[in-house]
Every structure is written in structure tokens, then in C-alpha cells.
């Protein structure tokens, strides 16, 4: 069974730019949520989105943004970049009635110059 | 959630078990404690995870306090790959704030 893949594994943007990050759960699971990890720091939560619908965010400003598909994959935008949002975004997944360990992708480490 | 308290560092001889601490004295009765691992920049990994009783799998074992205030995850015997950030994590299952809230953790390295 595949695991949670996102794409891209790397991603180079200007200051200003948009990012857009991809994120497909494991098969069958209808949860997906969004972490940021800034170099030396812990996972900082962003979003979740669950049967479509964004069910909960974390303290980050509008222009982190995201969407969930009708087959549960999920992106992740981040619009107006700015260089302190360089860091690793971890996408994780998990079954929502009666949830219990939610499984990690390998992430997406952006860099913004 | 409810914040846990890890010590930042420990260090574990191979093929010894690990103990890391996990005190979470403002759990909830509707709060379960998961253990999770991050190697070296990967995606977290699920060890565990419980609510009153003692938990064991193939990776590791979860002894919870009988008043639910401290936890202590075990690797039976631990080897270098086992060197890895370990976080302890309180998280209700139910409503709007189930996703994973992650402290600082414990940073376990394993010497030969």
C-alpha cells in the first residue's frame, strides 16, 4: 500500500512568488493536514481539511491557503512569499471516523531566495 | 491539547532499553497520549499510543500513570536507528482540535 506521497520533494522560489505543494493521502483516508517545520524548530500546524472542507487552521496569516480535492488530495498555497517561510511542509493523513495514528509524508522542502 | 513537558536530550546505549519521560499533568479524561519519532528532516513516524492501560507493539511499549499524569515510552532494546527526535503528544479524538500538536520533544541519540 502506498503511503502519503507529496510532490514536489524540493522547491526553489523567488521572495514574492506563489509555492504550491501537493499532497495524496493514503488510500481510503479522508484527513489531511498540513505542518510547517522551519529549520532547528518543531511542526507547527496549518491546516486540515477533511471530506473537502477545512476544519480547522493554525496561527498563520491568509496567505498560507489550501484546498482539498473530491478525491482527498490536497494543496498547499502559499501566496506572497516571504524568505522566513523557507522550511520542510510535512503533509499527514490519517481515517477520520474513529481516527487514531495519522501517517507522514517525506515533505516538501521549500526555499525561498 | 494539553502541553507535555520532555526533557530535551537523552542519550542510550545500544542494544539497552530507552525510557522517555512524558509529563502531561492537564490531560483531559478524553485525551489519548501518542508517541511519535522524527529522524534526522523525515516525516514523523506513529510509535504508539494509549489512554489508561499499558500498550505494547512490535516497536515499543507505553506505560501511562495510573492517574494519567506522566507517561514513559520504552524501547526495549535500542539501536542506532533509534536516533531520533521522539515527541509525546495529548490529543483528543473528537471535534474541531484533533490534529497533532507537537512540542519540542526528546532528543534521543543511541552510542555504539
Known amino acids: 500500500e502506498a503511503g502519503v506521497t507529496q510532490s514536489p520533494t524540493h522547491l526553489i522560489k523567488t521572495r514574492g512568488q506563489q509555492a504550491t505543494l501537493r499532497c495524496s493521502p493514503i488510500?481510503?483516508?479522508?484527513?489531511v493536514y498540513w505542518y510547517q517545520q522551519a529549520l532547528g524548530l518543531g511542526l507547527q500546524f496549518l491546516l486540515w481539511?477533511?471530506?473537502?472542507?477545512?476544519?480547522n487552521r493554525g496561527n498563520f496569516p491568509p496567505r498560507f491557503s489550501g484546498r482539498q480535492f473530491p478525491n482527498y488530495s490536497s494543496e498547499l498555497n502559499v501566496n506572497a512569499l516571504e524568505l522566513e517561510d523557507s522550511a520542510l511542509y510535512l503533509c499527514?493523513?490519517?481515517?477520520?471516523?474513529?481516527?487514531?495514528?495519522?501517517?507522514f509524508g517525506q515533505g516538501t522542502r521549500l526555499t525561498v531566495v | 491539547d494539553a502541553k507535555t513537558t520532555q526533557p530535551p536530550s537523552m542519550d542510550c546505549a545500544e542494544g539497552r532499553a530507552a525510557n522517555l519521560p512524558c509529563n502531561h499533568s492537564t490531560i483531559s479524561g478524553n485525551e489519548y497520549v501518542y508517541w511519535y519519532r522524527q529522524i534526522h528532516s523525515q516525516g514523523p513516524q506513529y510509535i504508539i499510543h494509549?489512554?489508561?492501560n499499558n500498550e505494547t507493539n512490535e516497536m515499543a511499549s507505553l506505560i501511562i500513570t495510573e492517574d494519567r499524569k506522566s507517561s514513559t515510552l520504552i524501547l526495549p532494546h535500542a539501536t542506532l536507528r533509534d536516533t531520533a527526535v521522539y515527541y509525546c503528544i495529548v490529543r483528543v479524538l473528537s471535534g474541531s482540535a484533533r490534529q497533532l500538536t507537537f512540542g519540542s520533544g526528546t532528543q534521543l541519540t543511541v552510542l555504539p
Open positions: 494509549g489512554l489508561k
Open positions: 488510500s481510503g483516508h479522508t484527513s
Open positions: 481539511y477533511d471530506e473537502g472542507e477545512e476544519r
Open positions: 499527514a493523513s490519517s481515517l477520520e471516523k474513529g481516527s487514531t495514528e495519522a501517517f
